[in-house]
């Protein structure tokens, strides 16, 4: 029996890194250094470098990054923060735990922020633009910072899927004033647990984070602010640095997967295939194709052994945790709810897994069914 295709194979990653990750835990271990160590300070400098940007706060996962960067700009009670519904509820959540509401617009062909209706949501309360780098690929940033520019309001980028993704050269995370980055297991760049961290140029904003992260604390029992518990720990700071040094492999991996996978399913008719931008570079944390359907066909795979999934079933507005939005339309993302599936892309899969992957679809669409 064929091992089954997965959406993200752990345990292949670990068989292949394990000696080292094992060493590198053991290290910390015996240092005795366990929360804001050497590797924090170490992977800040070298994910700021790797990113172009100046400053890199870690911090305890990707819902608290976006919830910092918020707080450290003083956005709370009666302002406006414009963001997408096709994303993990952890973007919204972040926006009403400072006190803030979120305005939630519709999504282009990418499956990002449709720039026209940012621009039509901007109101007298609108206080930041929280766009969102879904899939691995950036938002038409060229759009977006010019309307925040206009507006005099705060970039803030939701990065937490695009790791090493770029437009038109520049990372993304880098185009605001602050970037955010969740580093949960499944991410391009994932830890071995929860962990996240914030980006920004401003030192001002630097020092701020570096505060609201630990509790408000500027040193040791003083606090000039109100923060939070969210620290990046030695460990998985120490995982994530081994792990960046291949982060431009992977991503590279990944985007051979994807072609190989448009290479072989462009024929079927019934298969969409995820547009990429032009002057950017995919990071395809996820390959996301659109599909009729799709639950039948999610059934076909599974039962010939190959996972999927659907990212995100139910928009953020539509959420239980998230009635009073109920109200809000929200055509194409609506739509591509219904049609999205998400296909294996990790970079531990094989070229004939794509392939296995690939004859599968093409066999679903051409029987009767």
Same mark, same amino acid.
């Given at each position: 029996?064929?091992?089954?295709?997965?959406?993200?194979?752990?345990?292949?990653?670990?068989?292949?890194?394990?000696?080292?990750?094992?060493?590198?835990?053991?290290?910390?271990?015996?240092?005795?250094?366990?929360?804001?160590?050497?590797?924090?300070?170490?992977?800040?400098?070298?994910?700021?470098?790797?990113?172009?940007?100046?400053?890199?706060?870690?911090?305890?996962?990707?819902?608290?990054?976006?919830?910092?960067?918020?707080?450290?700009?003083?956005?709370?009670?009666?302002?406006?923060?414009?963001?997408?519904?096709?994303?993990?509820?952890?973007?919204?959540? +972040? &926006? @009403?735990? !400072?006190?803030?509401?979120?305005?939630? #617009? =519709?999504? *282009?062909?990418?499956? %990002?922020?449709?720039?026209?209706?940012?621009?039509?949501?901007?109101?007298?309360?609108?206080? +930041? &633009? @929280?766009? !969102?780098?879904?899939?691995?690929?950036? #938002? =038409?940033? *060229?759009?977006?910072? %010019?309307?925040?520019?206009?507006?005099?309001?705060?970039?803030?980028?939701?990065?937490?899927? +695009?790791?090493?993704?770029?437009?038109?050269?520049?990372?993304?995370?880098?185009?605001?004033?602050?970037?955010?980055?969740?580093?949960?297991?499944?991410?391009?760049?994932?830890?071995?647990?929860?962990?996240?961290?914030?980006?920004?140029?401003?030192?001002?904003?630097?020092?701020?984070?570096?505060?609201?992260?630990?509790?408000?604390?500027?040193?040791?029992?003083?606090?000039?602010?109100?923060?939070?518990?969210?620290?990046?720990?030695?460990?998985?700071?120490?995982?994530?640095?081994?792990?960046?040094?291949?982060?431009?492999?992977?991503?590279?991996?990944?985007?051979?997967?994807?072609?190989?996978?448009?290479?072989?399913?462009?024929?079927?008719?019934?298969?969409?295939?995820?547009?990429?931008?032009?002057?950017?570079?995919?990071?395809?944390?996820?390959?996301?194709?659109?599909?009729?359907?799709?639950?039948?066909?999610?059934?076909?795979?599974?039962?010939?052994?190959?996972?999927?999934?659907?990212?995100?079933?139910?928009?953020?507005?539509?959420?239980?945790?998230?009635?009073?939005?109920?109200?809000?339309?929200?055509?194409?993302?609506?739509?591509?709810?219904?049609?999205?599936?998400?296909?294996?892309?990790?970079?531990?899969?094989?070229?004939?897994?794509?392939?296995?992957?690939?004859?599968?679809?093409?066999?679903?669409?051409?029987?009767?069914?």
């Amino acid at each position: 029996m064929k091992k089954r295709i997965v959406m993200n194979d752990f345990a292949k990653e670990y068989t292949l890194s394990g000696r080292a990750l094992r060493k590198i835990v053991d290290k910390v271990f015996s240092s005795g250094k366990y929360i804001l160590g050497p590797n924090v300070s170490a992977f800040e400098n070298e994910f700021a470098h790797y990113l172009g940007s100046k400053y890199c706060i870690g911090v305890g996962n990707g819902l608290e990054a976006i919830q910092i960067a918020l707080m450290g700009l003083g956005i709370g009670d009666g302002d406006e923060v414009i963001t997408v519904s096709n994303s993990d509820v952890a973007t919204a959540l +972040a &926006i @009403l735990y !400072v006190g803030a509401t979120p305005v939630f #617009v =519709d999504v *282009d062909e990418y499956f %990002h922020m449709d720039p026209d209706m940012l621009e039509r949501a901007v109101t007298k309360r609108t206080k +930041a &633009i @929280l766009p !969102v780098h879904l899939f691995g690929q950036v #938002v =038409d940033m *060229d759009a977006v910072v %010019h309307i925040a520019k206009k507006h005099k309001v705060f970039l803030i980028e939701d990065a937490c899927q +695009a790791h090493g993704a770029m437009y038109k050269g520049k990372k993304a995370g880098t185009f605001g004033v602050a970037g955010c980055f969740s580093f949960y297991p499944t991410k391009n760049l994932g830890a071995f647990g929860d962990a996240g961290a914030i980006v920004t140029d401003s030192v001002v904003l630097y020092n701020k984070y570096l505060m609201l992260r630990n509790r408000g604390a500027s040193r040791r029992c003083v606090h000039p602010l109100k923060g939070l518990n969210s620290r990046l720990d030695e460990i998985q700071a120490a995982i994530l640095r081994y792990k960046l040094l291949r982060l431009d492999t992977m991503n590279a991996r990944r985007r051979h997967i994807a072609a190989r996978y448009k290479s072989q399913l462009c024929e079927v008719s019934e298969v969409l295939m995820p547009i990429e931008r032009g002057n950017a570079q995919h990071a395809y944390h996820q390959f996301v194709i659109r599909v009729p359907r799709r639950e039948k066909l999610m059934k076909y795979l599974s039962v010939h052994g190959v996972d999927s999934l659907v990212h995100y079933p139910t928009p953020i507005h539509m959420q239980q945790s998230f009635l009073k939005f109920r109200h809000i339309r929200l055509p194409n993302t609506e739509k591509y709810t219904n049609e999205i599936l998400s296909l294996p892309v990790h970079p531990f899969m094989t070229d004939t897994h794509v392939d296995d992957v690939s004859r599968l679809i093409k066999k679903f669409y051409q029987r009767k069914n």
